[in-house]
Structure formats: C-alpha cells, structure tokens
Nanobody, 122 residues
Framework: QVQLVESGGGLVQAGGSLRLSCAAS????????MGWFRQAPGKEREFVAS????????YYADSVKYRFTISRDNAKNTVYLQMNSVKPEDMAVYYC???????????????WGQGTQVTVSS
C-alpha cells in the first residue's frame, strides 16, 4: 500500500514557474515507477510525465517536453514536477501516481494522490 500526497500547486502567471511535490508513504517507494497526470474541467485525465524506479529514465508528453522536468528522490520518498514557462493551457488539477511501469495510461497505475490545483493567470 502506498499513500501519495501532492503539494505545491497554486496560482502562477503565464511564463512563470512552479514546483509540485508528491510525498509517498511506506518503505517501498523505490519499487514504483511514478507518473504525473493532469485533468482540466470537462476533459479526460492526461499523461504529463513519468519516471522509472531509479530515476534514470523519464518520459514526457509532447505538450510539456522541454518545459517540465520530472525527478525523484528515493531517500525522501518524493517525486517532483518542475514546471517552467507555464502556459494557460497547463491549468488543471495535477495528480501523481505510482505503478509498476512508467507508462502513459492512467489505468496502469495502482495508487493515486488527491491532486493539487494549478491555476495559470494570463
């Protein structure tokens, strides 16, 4: 069982930066690949980024590539999402998820956080 708690969301101006964190409970954090997803009102949950168990491999949605960076600190049981050059279309609730593989489909992840809101002002 893994419990995930996101933090770091808030209001950011377009072009600005924000760093999301996701803290995991338990001693098995390093056994899970981690992903970030987002969901805007009226839209389906979409993949943002994922990272392998060791942190050696990462993968990004085209819409955030070169702007967002996913990283993890297994000693702190935490995964991060650094968001730079934020755009209005990035506004959504952001969720972190834990699963066996760093895939892009939400239903392949086993555990989810409650989400953190990111609001972008233009």
């Amino acid at each position: 069982q893994v419990q995930l708690v996101e933090s770091g969301g808030g209001l950011v101006q377009a072009g600005g930066s924000l760093r999301l964190s996701c803290a995991a409970s338990g001693r098995t954090f390093s056994s899970y690949a981690m992903g970030w997803f987002r969901q805007a009102p009226g839209k389906e949950r979409e993949f943002v980024a994922s990272i392998s168990r060791s942190g050696g491999f990462t993968y990004y949605a085209d819409s955030v590539k070169y702007r967002f960076t996913i990283s993890r600190d297994n000693a702190k049981n935490t995964v991060y999402l650094q968001m730079n050059s934020v755009k209005p279309e990035d506004m959504a609730v952001y969720y972190c998820a834990a699963g066996r593989y760093m895939v892009i489909t939400p239903d392949q992840y086993d555990y989810w956080g409650q989400g953190t809101q990111v609001t972008v002002s233009s």
